[in-house]
């Protein structure tokens, strides 16, 4: 009889197995670069000088991760709750709309109260998108993935009915709303640092990067401290103990996407508030999906969320300036190195674990 396999310690599994697959997808990535000529230690280079060798790069690369944030927290709510939200980029779409109706409408307001009225709505917006596949889930059986893919459709076909027929301007042949009012602004941190007698470089990065660092805080409190997220945890982990121990599945099933919705919708206030200033079609820009592989990366744990948004933020902005540097490397081939990390740290992170578990078992077993 063979004996049960050994569970991975934790830090192994939280930071050895990522390590591992991010080294490796890098390692194919090289072989690519390699491929068409080029020197794969040069274009790393390049890439991490673009990104954080500037402090303009770290701006940039700082802004592109706060998205990342989002739609990984998102994802990671799900997770937990054993939900497969894939409707991200749906959410995240319906949230600037309810960031861009508050904005509008509300212009007059001081900055103080339209930011955070807006930045509510936007995650009320993208909340109760997310409520209806949850509901049919919850009540009507209906599978998750399936639905959260129909809604990123039904939003991106609402948001372009919306601009190009209800709030778009009508002078522009651009489908986007007219540019919201001064106090609608996210302010930019460069702003914010020269207030206090700071000279940073000026780039994107705006205040929401602190309001995604204090969700990541505020998820690993609810998710980790609170009977709300014991309750969820048990759900993902085995639904038919929780059933037992008298927790409604159908009642976390709701709250989990609402939650994972309104975190998703909050993407809408660093790209529409933050830079954008007014609302237009594909500001997600494929964040949403992204998010998918940074919670997975991250073990839907906010700090390992953190550190992987980080890193595709990196990829974002150095892999701009490594086609920039290098045009033989085009923006193509960075997603497709965007892709392999995805790959190997999602889909195929079982080829580390098998073997590591076993390294551990027979260490466990030789003893010390």
């Not at 302010?187 to 204090?214: E, K, Y």
């Amino acid at each position: 009889m063979s004996a049960a396999p050994l569970e991975l310690p934790r830090w192994a599994d939280y930071a050895l197995v990522p390590i591992l697959a991010v080294a490796t997808s890098f390692l194919a990535a090289g072989l690519v670069v390699l491929a068409i000529g080029e020197n794969p230690l040069e274009a790393t280079a390049i890439m991490l000088r673009g990104a954080l060798g500037t402090g303009e790069g770290i701006g940039f690369t700082l802004y592109y991760a706060t998205n990342f944030i989002f739609t990984g927290l998102a994802v990671a709510v799900a997770f937990h709750a054993g939900l497969f939200n894939i409707g991200g980029e749906g959410q995240a779409a319906l949230g600037g709309v309810g960031a861009a109706l508050v904005c509008l409408r509300f212009e007059s307001l001081p900055a103080w109260a339209l930011i955070p009225l807006a930045s509510l709505s936007a995650a009320c917006f993208g909340a109760l998108w997310a409520l209806i596949p949850a509901y049919l889930q919850a009540r009507r059986g209906s599978h998750i993935v399936i639905t959260t893919i129909m809604f990123n459709m039904l939003a991106s076909a609402l948001l372009v009915y919306l601009l190009v027929s209800v709030i778009g301007r009508p002078d522009s042949m651009s489908p986007e709303t007219r540019t919201f009012g001064p106090n609608a602004h996210v302010p930019f941190m460069h702003v914010m640092a020269a207030g206090l007698g700071w000279s940073i470089p000026a780039t994107p990065l705006n205040a929401s990067f602190l309001l995604a660092l204090a969700a990541c805080a505020a998820l690993w409190a609810l998710i980790w401290r609170t009977r709300l997220g014991f309750a969820i945890r048990t759900v993902g982990a085995n639904p038919s103990a929780a059933l037992y121990a008298g927790i409604s599945i159908s009642r976390i099933t709701v709250i989990a996407m609402l939650i994972s919705g309104g975190l998703a919708g909050l993407l809408a206030v660093n790209e529409i508030m933050g830079v954008q200033d007014r609302l237009l079609l594909e500001f997600t820009a494929g964040y949403g999906f992204i998010g998918i592989a940074v919670a997975l990366m991250g073990r839907s744990h906010p700090v390992g969320i953190i550190l992987a948004s980080v890193l595709f933020g990196v990829m974002y902005q150095g892999g701009a300036e490594l086609a920039f540097d290098k045009p033989a490397i085009t923006r193509d081939m960075i997603v497709t190195i965007s892709g392999l990390v995805i790959l190997f740290a999602g889909a195929l992170d079982g080829i580390f674990r098998g073997p590591l578990s076993r390294a551990f078992a027979a260490r466990r077993r030789a003893g010390p």
